[in-house]
């Protein structure tokens, strides 16, 4: 009771000399989206007829310039001033309410709970509200860390490639730029679109590019993934090729109606009259050794069970710029996850010109004849090392598979493999349950009577 009391007089003192601030809200229009690229004819195909780039930015402007959020900029009074720093000053240098919030703390988690209260920070001068905590048998001040599970690997760069012209050093993020780059240059429908890309993107895999193309082909999008996936597949029916960046794959559910109930199904429904074949859809993907539940996540499996788009993940340069260029050239809408810390850990010499790497095909990275070795992007380069201590240390002969296309993937190659070595083992980074080893485990052990199969996951 003494506790409340203290923690609100106070605060009713100090609010008498409150005055009401002054708010002022300013709304602002947009600028016009910007308009498609023209086709080589000069028009869009949308159904019957041809429709002008003009058209389509009148309707665009109509339809989809809303007002922005209001600008609001708040203008505090001298007295409102003087209010917040009494309160600040109050509670930052007062001991007594250190203390009194800490016994506070005591007296009712002593009471009601029995999980220990570890590394409590109150302040220099709460000593007192320190000493009483520690009175506590369930308390105790000793952090306990909990166990973390971490992939740990260096990476190896593949072999140069000779067969694509001139190379070039680069990491995974500036391949992923000169794959765009190529794009927008033999192009001139290509546009790309996402949550700050204008500037470069959070992982800079678009610097350079409006300043080179314009802002009517690279710009920015609000903050909105179903907006952004539901834009792409309305460009890609008109006939620009549409490529849309999802800022953290993490944030990729709220697209996924769109992805899965209309993008997938697009020429389907049509009866192949209509489709969105020319949409690409990029996100950074996967472990990074830290940001915690909402940007390490590997949501492939999810979409790996939605028949109508394809889901590839690249495990280097090299590998990312051939695939992304083939998603942007394929006929089907693709979802492109970048393994996102790799982007600068890995460093190869890639082409610079454009090419291509076949989807859902494979890649036997080693041979080996005791165990089949499967995985894709990050986890790889785990497995390459597996691989070299198991035959290092136990004379085990592993075959190491890039599966590249998680759908459709490659069930020949793999099965193939397995035939041969009679063990399978893969590896991932999704969650324990539901990842895409379990799909391609039932496939095989299906496939392969008496297969020795072990899927593995890293979090």
């Given at each position: 009771m003494y506790v409340v009391c203290f923690w609100t007089i106070p605060c009713c003192?100090?609010?008498?000399?409150?005055?009401?601030?002054?708010?002022?809200?300013?709304?602002?229009?947009?600028?016009?989206?910007?308009?498609?690229?023209?086709?080589?004819?000069?028009?869009?195909?949308?159904?019957?007829?041809?429709?002008?780039?003009?058209?389509?930015?009148?309707?665009?402007?109509?339809?989809?310039?809303?007002?922005?959020?209001?600008?609001?900029?708040?203008?505090?009074?001298?007295?409102?001033?003087?209010?917040?720093?009494?309160?600040?000053?109050?509670?930052?240098?007062?001991?007594?309410?250190?203390?009194?919030?800490?016994?506070a703390r005591f007296l009712l988690r002593g009471a009601v709970s029995k999980a220990p209260i570890a590394n409590v920070n109150v302040g220099a001068q709460s000593s007192f509200g320190i000493t009483l905590l520690r009175l506590s048998p369930n308390c105790s001040s000793k952090t306990k860390t909990q166990r973390r599970n971490a992939a740990h690997f260096t990476y190896h760069p593949d072999p140069v490639p000779t067969e694509y012209g001139p190379t070039t050093k680069m990491n995974l993020f500036q391949s992923v730029t000169s794959a765009l780059d190529n794009t927008l240059a033999s192009d001139p429908t290509a546009v790309i679109f996402g949550e700050d890309v204008a500037f470069g993107g959070v992982f800079r895999c678009t610097v350079g590019l409006r300043d080179k193309y314009g802002k009517d082909r690279v710009f920015n999008t609000p903050l909105c993934e179903q907006g952004i996936v539901g834009f792409g597949i309305g460009a890609a029916v008109a006939g620009a090729t549409a490529i849309a960046e999802i800022q953290f794959a993490d944030y990729i559910y709220p697209a996924f109606d769109q992805i899965v109930n209309e993008a997938?199904?697009?020429?389907?429904?049509?009866?192949?009259l209509f489709d969105c074949g020319n949409l690409t859809i990029r996100a950074p993907w996967g472990c990074v050794g830290h940001g915690s539940l909402y940007h390490s996540q590997s949501p492939e499996a999810f979409f790996a069970h939605c028949p109508g788009i394809k889901v590839v993940i690249p495990r280097g340069p090299v590998q990312c710029k051939g695939l992304l260029l083939s998603c942007i050239a394929d006929q089907n809408p693709c979802i492109f996850f970048e393994p996102k810390i790799l982007y600068r850990a890995a460093v190869e010499q890639v082409p610079t010109e454009a090419y291509t790497i076949p989807l859902s095909q494979a890649e036997v990275i080693q041979e080996g004849s005791d165990v089949t070795l499967v995985a894709w992007g990050t986890q790889i380069h785990v497995l390459t090392e597996v691989a070299n201590m198991a035959q290092e240390k136990l004379g085990v002969s592993c075959e190491l598979i890039d599966l590249q296309t998680i759908l459709p993937w490659d069930t020949e190659t793999v099965c193939k493999s397995v035939a041969k070595t009679g063990r399978l083992l893969i590896s991932h980074e999704a969650p324990i349950t539901g990842g895409f080893a379990a799909e391609i485990s039932s496939t095989v052990q299906t496939t392969l009577k008496g297969i020795w199969i072990m899927a593995c996951y890293s979090v």
């Open positions: 003192l100090v609010d008498n000399i409150n005055r009401p601030a002054q708010i002022t809200v300013r709304y602002e229009r947009r600028s016009s989206l910007p308009a498609f690229a023209r086709r080589r004819d000069g028009h869009f195909n949308a159904g019957q007829g041809k429709i002008g780039p003009s058209s389509i930015q009148g309707r665009l402007d109509k339809r989809l310039n809303p007002l922005t959020q209001p600008t609001v900029s708040t203008n505090y009074s001298p007295f409102r001033l003087k209010r917040d720093a009494v309160i600040i000053i109050f509670f930052l240098f007062s001991p007594l309410t250190t203390a009194m919030a800490a016994a997938a199904k697009y020429r389907y429904r049509s009866g192949n």
